[in-house]
């Protein structure tokens, strides 16, 4: 008995200096880091340390009659700060202050420790010392339960040193570990080429995008500060996907071809420049339900309150690259969100015209006279091959980098009027940002249709070479492209004509555009007091 009682004795006193050398090993991280409370008097390894835990001390209290939890020892009285509180998300899914996070908050709210001052505390609830107020759940934090519907965020692995203090659930202790400073801030993962960030974000494209791994040396730095680049982590007072500022704002900080502080990388072309131009994607207009007249109204006559457009809606920042490997979609728009040409959402588009639909296609965003996805359905008499190549087999006027089976994106026609600034449908001086003059009336030359001769051979067009009476149209009478043509496409007639100019009128009750070949056929109408009984082509 006394042999066992014995190698017991031995077996607890072997136990005991283990979790001395542990306590030790912890205490010497504490040491020489400000949460050292105690000072440079008492180091790791000095019997006071060692024996009273006087380290942990300023932090925890020990209890005899339980095991240490981690209670504050501070006396400071304020009282509507509790650390106890409990924790609980109203029915809207409005996150109140975790428990974890208010024992951090105690000492840092800038009164006694850095990081929130007491003026960004007071700006938004999320941080307050008040843990009765809620966080706006419009508002992203890291402060958060992980979103279930989300693609781009999942929770630690198993045996990352990123900690949840319940499941799925962030707090200040998940990026930083109070016990540990060795990688700078007490955080768990170095910031070095976004390592933290990307133990919870998961971004499809990322290793190949422009923003985490640009193949231009100039744009190197962005490697390593690519997330601090446009978010801020702690985000006091709360924004929108924890962005430095207005989403739009701080895009063109970056892209507007200038380098104002040490954080941005200037990009190659200035894009703030286009979006100042006569005709441009309304960026500069900001959501405030609450006010109507800041609403935009010009483009709010559908469902929606209001057609202002972000960035985001049209490049993913997290994908955007130099080159897609999908033809029918330019890298700077792959993994963004889209519509379907019948007008239901897609998690990723696959082609350009899908990101237009959102906006553009048969859906509630598209108000009236701005939904054109219906007349390029591939089920039309006649289109341009947005959705599907096009069902003329006789295009003779084409140039010779096109064909009949090409197929064409929105920014073949739509985008930027200068060729040499920022591409893309952003802005331009040509109404409806179209990259060469239109002519939208009924009669203009040959120098105000420009944009139809990017893709077709103007004297080949003027010739009469596919429609016999082009130069009798164009060059004697002097109409415009569109005096005939809708450029998008016609459901009921060949040749993408539009029979819905006022002044084309029915003879004798008859309107109508009949082909009985490739390039032939006859058309029985009026215009311009000009009779076409049966007139063939």
């Not at 040409?341 to 701005?370: I, L, R, W």
């Not at 040509?430 to 893709?455: G, V």
């Not at 496409?489 to 070949?517: K, R």
Request: with cysteine.
């Amino acid at each position: 008995m006394t042999a066992r009682r014995s190698i017991f004795m031995t077996m607890l006193a072997l136990s005991l200096v283990a979790q001395q050398e542990e306590d030790l090993r912890s205490k010497s991280k504490i040491a020489f880091t400000p949460h050292n409370f105690v000072g440079s008097s008492v180091l790791a390894g000095s019997d006071s340390t060692v024996q009273d835990f006087t380290l942990c001390r300023q932090c925890h209290t020990p209890s005899k009659m339980r095991a240490v939890e981690a209670l504050w020892d501070r006396s400071l009285n304020i009282k509507a700060f509790d650390i106890e509180y409990p924790n609980q998300n109203d029915a809207d899914g409005n996150h109140f202050m975790d428990i974890n996070n208010r024992r951090c908050l105690f000492c840092h709210d800038g009164s006694m420790a850095t990081g929130f001052s007491p003026a960004q505390l007071s700006v938004r609830h999320q941080n307050q010392l008040d843990n009765q107020v809620a966080l706006d759940k419009n508002y992203s934090l890291h402060l958060f339960e992980f979103p279930t519907n989300s693609s781009e965020t999942i929770a630690p692995r198993s045996g990352d040193s990123l900690s949840t203090a319940q499941p799925e659930q962030v707090t200040c202790i998940s990026c930083h570990d109070p016990h540990n400073n060795e990688k700078g801030n007490f955080l768990r993962h170095s910031t070095e080429g976004s390592e933290l960030c990307l133990s919870c974000h998961k971004m499809a494209n990322w290793d190949f995008a422009s923003h985490g791994n640009p193949v231009d040396p100039r744009f190197a730095p962005l490697k390593n500060q690519a997330c601090a680049s446009c978010h801020d982590v702690h985000a006091v007072p709360p924004t929108a996907n924890l962005l430095l500022e207005n989403e739009n704002t701080l895009c063109l900080s970056c892209h507007d071809g200038l380098q104002d502080t040490n954080l941005e990388i200037a990009s190659e072309t200035d894009l703030e420049a286009v979006f100042e131009k006569a005709f441009v994607h309304p960026i500069w207009w900001e959501e405030n339900p609450g006010n109507p007249d800041d609403r935009f109204d010009t483009w709010s006559a559908g469902m929606l309150d209001s057609r202002s457009v972000k960035c985001s809606d049209c490049h993913n920042p997290h994908a955007a690259a130099d080159h897609s490997q999908n033809p029918f979609i330019d890298g700077s728009q792959v993994y963004v969100k889209g519509v379907d040409s019948h007008g239901f959402p897609k998690s990723v588009a696959d082609y350009e015209y899908e990101t237009c639909y959102k906006c553009h296609g048969m859906n509630q965003n598209a108000g009236p006279g701005k939904a054109v996805g219906w007349l390029f359905a591939r089920t039309n008499k006649s289109f341009h091959p947005i959705e599907a190549p096009g069902n003329n087999p006789f295009v003779p006027s084409l140039k010779a980098d096109w064909s009949e089976q090409s197929m064409l994106r929105c920014s073949d026609c739509h985008g930027n009027d200068d060729p040499l600034e920022a591409q893309g449908p952003h802005g331009s001086n040509i109404p409806h940002i179209l990259k060469a003059t239109y002519a939208d009336f009924p009669f203009a030359s040959p120098d105000e249709n420009q944009l139809c001769f990017l893709c077709h051979e103007e004297q080949r067009v003027v010739q009469s070479n596919g429609f016999k009476f082009h130069q009798l149209h164009i060059q004697d009478a002097g109409y415009a492209c569109s005096a005939c043509h809708d450029p998008h496409g016609s459901i009921e007639y060949p040749g993408l004509m539009d029979l819905n100019a006022s002044f084309i009128q029915p003879l004798n009750g008859v309107l109508e555009v009949v082909q009985t070949e490739p390039g032939h056929g006859y058309c029985t109408l009026m215009c311009h007091d000009k009779v076409h009984p049966n007139q063939t082509y």
